[in-house]
């Protein structure tokens, strides 16, 4: 289905009432989003959530984030796409009004090339993705960029291992400060392997690198699973978050799908006075079009606070 017969038969078989009523008589631009219905926060999907209702051109499906209220994207493998690739989704999002989220600096995988080791050739790996990650972000307008330092080196003290990683990250810093960058760390609860793993060690990281450029990537989804209490852990780390991404649990899919309520989360943050970005690294809990309805709908239904 094209992008403007799904926002019409959208509103028609009841997302209207979610939001979405707006879009029915809307008339959608090529080449710049009308944007009705946007959401209270910076929402950013990512390439291959709405391929069914978009088609598989990278482009079309960006305008049709664009077309729903989408304001942000993000794009975790920016850094593997060819640099025409790279430029053109820029202009696009230029086009279209909308922020460039995060996309993943490559240092060879998350558990790949560990910071806590302290090796010059693994920290040598990471220095030259900062550097790389330069001109990426330069190309599509980003500010962000996710780094995991990668798995613990269990044959270190554990101070060691942070001091490390430390030391790491403020050369990572060096590279991207000058440009106005920002590494954001992701603790991850994927494995007990993972060196990063809460919302507070990275707090504490973050405040030892002592950069603008070194910030918290708060993924509520795995904060979740490796730490819960989650708005109380969001205030303690607050003044070091400067990108949040989402997805529920169990499962990994679309707001409203498990057991973190979403509406309160999502109004805390907002009355904070955040205007970053909130990834959508999460899956869709429904296959085809219909999944992809259900998910806008769901983000309708989570951002329905009032402000």
Not at 30 to 48: D, I, Q, R, T, W
Request: proline letters at 3%.
């Amino acid at each position: 289905m094209k992008r403007r017969n799904f926002i019409v038969n959208a509103a028609a078989s009841g997302l209207a009432v979610t939001g979405l009523s707006g879009f029915a008589n809307a008339t959608v631009s090529e080449s710049v989003a009308a944007n009705a219905g946007k959401f209270n926060l910076n929402y950013a999907p990512h390439f291959g959530m709405f391929r069914n209702s978009a088609g598989n051109d990278l482009i079309d499906q960006m305008k049709f984030m664009a077309d729903q209220g989408f304001t942000a994207f993000e794009d975790n493998g920016m850094m593997g796409r060819d640099i025409q690739t790279q430029e053109k989704i820029g202009e696009t999002l230029e086009k279209l009004n909308m922020t460039m989220g995060v996309f993943v600096i490559d240092k060879g995988g998350n558990m790949a090339n560990t910071l806590a080791a302290g090796k010059k050739e693994y920290i040598d790996i990471f220095l030259d993705g900062c550097k790389r990650a330069v001109d990426v972000a330069k190309r599509v307008n980003a500010k962000w960029m996710t780094v995991v330092p990668g798995g613990f080196e269990r044959r270190l003290p554990i101070g060691i291992q942070d001091a490390n990683v430390i030391e790491a990250l403020r050369r990572g810093a060096e590279i991207l400060e000058p440009h106005g960058l920002v590494m954001v760390l992701e603790p991850l609860s994927d494995s007990p392997d993972l060196y990063l793993q809460t919302s507070t060690q990275t707090y504490m990281i973050c405040k030892a690198v002592n950069s603008p450029s070194c910030k918290i990537l708060y993924d509520i989804y795995h904060m979740q699973k490796t730490e819960g209490n989650l708005i109380t852990n969001i205030d303690r780390t607050w003044d070091e978050i400067a990108y949040f991404q989402i997805g529920d649990n169990p499962g990994r899919k679309e707001p409203t799908t498990g057991e973190i309520n979403y509406l309160n989360v999502f109004k805390h943050i907002h009355d904070k006075g955040f205007t970053g970005v909130m990834g959508m690294e999460h899956g869709n809990s429904m296959p085809g079009e219909e999944g992809e309805k259900k998910l806008i709908e769901a983000y309708r239904k989570v951002d329905s606070f009032q402000v």
